[in-house]
Nanobody
């Protein structure tokens, strides 16, 4: 079992930046592919970005490509999401997830989740 804790959310103006962190404990972090998802009020959980166990291969939702960067530091058991040029539509609760697949954009492939961190982008 791996435990995940997100941090770094907050309120930011449109065009600003935030860096989210996802700290893992328990089972070996490098055994899991990792992903970020978000959920806006009244909507389902939406894929944002994912990385393989090594972090070498990544994939992004079209809506964030070129603005967000996912990375991981296996020595620190931590994953990051650097978010630049934020837009009001990026508002939501951001969750990190751990998956035993090689890499996935599908939330049902993730068996472990953090509690989420709120990101609010004002216009």
């Amino acid at each position: 079992q791996v435990q995940l804790v997100e941090s770094g959310g907050g309120l930011v103006q449109a065009g600003g930046s935030l860096r989210l962190s996802c700290a893992a404990s328990g089972r070996t972090f490098s055994n899991y592919a990792m992903g970020w998802f978000r959920q806006a009020p009244g909507k389902g959980r939406e894929f944002v970005a994912a990385a393989t166990r090594s972090g070498i291969t990544t994939t992004y939702a079209d809506s964030v490509k070129g603005r967000f960067t996912i990375s991981r530091d296996n020595a620190r058991n931590t994953m990051y999401l650097q978010m630049n040029s934020l837009k009001p539509e990026d508002t939501g609760v951001y969750y990190c997830g751990a998956s035993t697949t090689s890499i996935s954009r599908t939330y049902t492939d993730y068996g472990h989740w953090g509690q989420g961190t709120q990101v609010t982008v004002s216009s």
